[in-house]
């Protein structure tokens, strides 16, 4: 079966600090997609970054990291010298290409708070 | 462009009432998705729509939730009889046809029941 875990209910930093959010899946399928997604205390979700099965490589954008490890079936965000803003929750999801309809398989979320 | 809009962006109604939301996805998304968020929990999905039918309702609690598309467009997601575990954060997404991954998903309507 097909599940997203986010162990860390809730995390607080002071800014600067660098800072990980964990996730685990589980999947049955092959080909799958990993997603993070932000939502600020507006609401909103904001999409961050799509990885697929076949690609472990990691990735960098600006001071945003992933660490993606099929051995491990996780899918960590680390976010270098944190800031005031990056407070949200931040949620971890799945999608299997053998669900046809591709919907999002979400862990209950990490809430950060960064602390000035 | 415009995004995901939904309506009423807030709803508190009484326990055994029922309740329409609304989600106007954006022009041209063939995929529509209801997710829903209870308090301190992450997204589960409800049901989703290609085009006006519904292959996947296999996310929807119980059968007092009933949802449908009509015109390819706007969707709603009714609740009957709505009891205090329906009150949560009930979010729409939409994609583009080949495009399932690219979920735009809109602001969502907090659903209360008192």
């Known amino acids: 079966a097909q599940k997203v875990t986010q162990a860390q209910t809730e995390i607080s930093v002071v800014e600067k600090e660098d800072v990980t959010l964990d996730c685990v899946y589980e999947?049955?399928?092959?080909?799958?997609?990993l997603f993070w997604y932000k939502q600020p205390p507006s609401g909103e979700l904001v999409f961050l970054i799509r990885?697929?099965?076949?690609?472990?490589q990691n990735e960098i954008s600006g001071r945003y990291s992933w660490n993606f490890q099929k051995s491990t079936s996780s899918f960590n965000f680390t976010i270098t010298a944190s800031q005031v803003v990056d407070s949200a929750v931040y949620f971890c999801?799945?999608?299997?290409?053998?669900?046809?309809?591709?919907?999002?398989?979400f862990g209950s979320g990490t809430r950060l708070l960064v602390r000035p | 462009g415009a995004g995901v809009s939904q309506s009423p962006s807030n709803k508190v109604t009484e326990k055994g009432k029922d309740v329409e939301l609304r989600c106007d996805p954006i022009?041209?998304?063939?995929?529509l998705y209801w997710y829903r968020q209870s308090l301190g929990q992450g997204l589960e999905f409800l049901i989703y729509?290609?085009?006006?039918?519904?292959?996947?309702k296999s996310g929807l609690p119980s059968d007092r939730f009933s949802a449908e598309r009509t015109g390819g467009s706007v969707s709603t997601l009714t609740i009957q009889r709505t009891q205090q575990e329906d009150s949560a954060v009930y979010l729409c997404?939409?994609?583009?046809?080949?495009?399932?991954?690219?979920?735009?998903f809109g602001p969502g309507t907090r659903l209360t029941v008192t």
């Open positions: 997404a939409s994609s583009l046809p080949g495009h399932p991954l690219e979920q735009y």
């Open positions: 999801a799945l999608s299997e290409a053998m669900d046809s309809s591709y919907k999002l398989i």
């Open positions: 729509f290609q085009g006006n039918s519904a292959p996947d």
């Open positions: 990885r697929n099965s076949f690609d472990e």
């Open positions: 022009s041209g998304h063939t995929a």
């Open positions: 999947t049955r399928d092959t080909t799958y997609y």
